[in-house]
Structures are given as C-alpha cells and as structure tokens.
C-alpha cells in the first residue's frame, strides 16, 4: 500500500482503552477498536440486524463485540462471527497508528 491509502480517522486519544467508537470516513461508517495493545477497524453496521456495533459491548479479553440489538457477537480482528445470531463477516479494514493518528485503508477489498 502506498501512503496515498491511507486515510487519518481518529486521535489515538478519541478511542478510549477497551471501548469502540464509530468515526466516518470517505462517507463509511466505521467501528474502531482499542484493545489497549492495538486498534482494529471494522463497518459499523451489524450484518444481522440493523444496529451500530459501536454502540455495543466490547469485550477485549475475548476480542469480540457485541451487537446491541439482538447480541450477536463478532471478532473484531477479522469479523468473523462468534456468536448467534451473527452468520455473515462483518467487514474489516487494515489499520496504522503513525504519532497519535489512527489510520485506515478504505481503498480495494476490506482486510
């Protein structure tokens, strides 16, 4: 990737240890991550039900978040789902801090 694909989203201090946050970025709504060691970035949007998983419980000794609408739950390292009712990967984004900015690459295929 060049530097050209990556776009700043947040202040590494805008995501507090442990919690997620929805930030927009080239018109997407995105869920970012810290789990203290790391940020992750994945859509917002449940692909179950119509929720925003940024408004959910973020558990980072299981690295799962959960829908608030009807609980599934979802790795937020790679999408996947890991638990009912969550069946379709949630779309994940590669991520970068450089100095207190968090970035991501939106261009191509979700990471």
């Keep these: 990737?060049?530097?050209s694909d990556w776009?700043?989203?947040?202040?590494?201090?805008?995501?507090p240890e442990g919690?997620?946050?929805?930030f927009t970025a080239a018109g997407k709504r995105l869920c970012v991550i810290n789990d203290g060691a790391q940020f992750y970035v994945l859509d917002d949007l449940?692909?179950?039900?119509?929720a925003w998983l940024s408004e959910g419980y973020c558990d980072t000794e299981d690295c799962v978040i959960e829908c608030p609408l009807h609980g599934g739950l979802f790795d937020y390292r790679n999408g996947k789902?890991?638990?009912d009712p969550a069946e379709k990967d949630a779309p994940t984004y590669a991520v970068r801090v450089e100095g207190e900015a968090v970035l991501v690459?939106?261009?191509?295929?979700?990471?």
């Excluded at 919690?19 to 929805?22: C, G, L, M, Q």
Aim: with cysteine; net charge negative; hydrophobic share 35%.
């Design 81 to 83: 789902p890991a638990g």
């Design 105 to 111: 690459a939106l261009a191509g295929a979700p990471a």
């Design 7 to 15: 776009t700043r989203l947040c202040a590494t201090g805008d995501v």
């Design 19 to 22: 919690e997620a946050r929805s």
């Design 1 to 3: 990737m060049t530097d």
């Design 46 to 50: 449940c692909t179950h039900g119509q």
